[in-house]
């Protein structure tokens, strides 16, 4: 039997129009443009503003625009997943919610987290329903509103999320498409980033709002140490196990920190223009960053081209994974 690969045909985003610039945070805590730019690369995010709005407002925009540039029907859709830290509510699933809103009737959704590796893990989970035949059109969404979960009197956490939300169609294809993918978990991370209340084990309080727990907390340098070391470790294991050439490969890394997306480049043995970058853009968009980048880098990809998308996040989680993209530009 012919195998079947689960191919990107289609990648949209939405920013929010607001935008937090490094000048803007100087005037919120103690930091400079210099610090932030030389430790991260970030120099301005976008944040979402205005009340009643969540991570389902960014996405709807993307899905309709990727819908449309697709010639596809909402009804003719089969599976939605959304991957978030930072859903609507805690239920029902954001999946559902922008299904509704865009009017997407014969499908099945769910959400999704693995932090800032949810990409990744949502596009295998969702390659393994188009290989066996079982569906042939998936949204798979990633968005994050990480502006909720910032604090802002935190000078180290404040400077790093935007907020975003990225989009892609997944369909059968024949030659092109997710070749492979790698994913790892390692749990007793757990306690260098992450959000210590609002879940069953501290439910939200007085005392856990005093206490700022319902932010991201996180340990910036083991993070830091662990992103580089198991993106690189895993990006290379991905295109030696499939001998991909490093002047044809893209590099299509989370974007958290300049730094770590270089440092993976080089080990990758890479040109820095084989390397997608927009996080002196928008910061750290969690698992909006991958469609993110992969939309403002979309005109120059042709059918055939090798891409290793890489991330590590929260959990901690990592992987990479291997596709040939699946058409020109437009
Ligand atoms: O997407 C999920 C995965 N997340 C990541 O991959 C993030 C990984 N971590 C990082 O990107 C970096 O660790 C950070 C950007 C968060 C921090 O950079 P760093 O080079 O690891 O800095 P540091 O935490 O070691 O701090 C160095 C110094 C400290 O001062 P002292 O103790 O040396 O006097 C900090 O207090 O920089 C200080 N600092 C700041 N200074 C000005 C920390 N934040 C700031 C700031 N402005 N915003």
Known sequence: MQKIFAAITGVEAFTPP????????????????????????????????????GISDMAVPAVKKLLEKTGTRPEDVDMVICSTVTPDMIFPATANIVSDKVGIKNAFSFDMNAACCGFLYMLTVASQFIET???KK????????????????DRNTCPLFGDAAGVVLLEPNAEFGIQDSILRTDGSGRKHLYMKAGG??????????????????????????????????????????HNLPADKLWLVPHQANLRIIEAVG?????????VM?????YGNTTTATIPLV???????????DPLVLTAFGGGFTWGALYLKWAYDPA
């Open 133 to 135: 035949g079982k569906v």
């Open 138 to 153: 998936v949204l798979c969404i990633g968005a994050d509103k990480m502006s909720t979960i910032t604090d802002y009197t």
């Open 266 to 274: 080089r080990r990758m043995g890479l040109d820095k223009s084989r």
């Open 200 to 241: 069953s084990c501290k439910p939200a309080s007085h005392e856990t709002v005093d206490a700022k727990e319902h932010y991201i907390y996180q340990d910036g340098q083991t993070v830091f140490k662990m992103a580089v070391s198991k993106m690189a470790d895993i990006s290379v294991e991905i295109m030696e196990k």
């Open 277 to 281: 970058v927009n996080i002196q853009k």
């Open 294 to 304: 992969m939309s403002e880098y979309e005109h120059l990809l042709k059918k055939g």
């Open 18 to 53: 607001d935008i937090l610039t490094n000048a803007d945070l100087e005037k919120m805590v103690d930091t400079s443009d210099e610090w932030i730019v030389t430790r991260t690369g970030i120099k301005e995010r976008h944040i979402q503003k205005g009340l009643g709005l």
